[in-house]
């Protein structure tokens, strides 16, 4: 069994997983294939929030171990 490959981004994982998603709401795929878009789908998944847990992880560093509202000021 091949090991998943890793997306090469956070937004290359959603293009990815935006495709699989639109390819089995065609309903044109074969059972094995649906599973297997499944199986990446929930991968790409987990591979997503890990990403989101990091950066989530940074800001905490960077604004002192608590996390604030961002608002539009803090932008500016």
């Not at 069994?1 to 935006?18: D, G, H, I, V, Y």
């Not at 709401?25 to 499944?38: H, I, K, P, Q």
């Given at each position: ?18 495709g699989l ?56």
């Open positions: 069994m091949a090991k998943p490959t890793k997306p090469a981004s956070f937004e290359a994982a959603m293009t990815e997983l935006e998603i639109a390819e089995m709401e065609r309903g044109d795929t074969t059972l094995d294939a649906s599973l297997a878009a499944y199986k990446r789908g929930g991968e790409l998944i987990r591979y997503c929030q890990e990403q989101l847990a990091a950066a989530e992880q940074q800001i905490k560093v960077l604004d002192g171990d608590q996390l604030k509202p961002f608002t539009v000021e803090d932008a500016e």
